[in-house]
């Protein structure tokens, strides 16, 4: 699987239900649990006093990345998305065999 560092954006439309937004976070908690547990979600962070968030996220390919997973999280509508194909650096220290 390719890996993908993923910035995430969510802007809810003016008008929104303060409920549906509430449903919509709940379901999408519950989906990057799963999306984890399928090891698509690998890291989740999110920058201080900042309502956006940074993830590692991994897929057969970009296209899978946007259909099969990002795609089926609840808040998707509302989020804009910075997608950016990373491999490991020869000098990761978490690369096996990299530099240590």
Known sequence: MKEFLVELTTTVPEGTE???V???RAAEAVRAGE????GH???LWRPVGELRSIGLWRAAD????HEKVLGTLP???WMTAVVT?????PNDPGRAGGAA
């Open 22 to 24: 509430d449903r919509r």
């Open 85 to 89: 194909s990373v491999q490991s650096h």
């Open 62 to 65: 970009e296209a899978e990345l």
């Open 18 to 20: 303060h409920a549906e």
């Open 41 to 43: 979600l690998v890291r």
């Open 35 to 38: 999306l984890a547990a399928a």
């Open 75 to 77: 808040l998707w509508p």
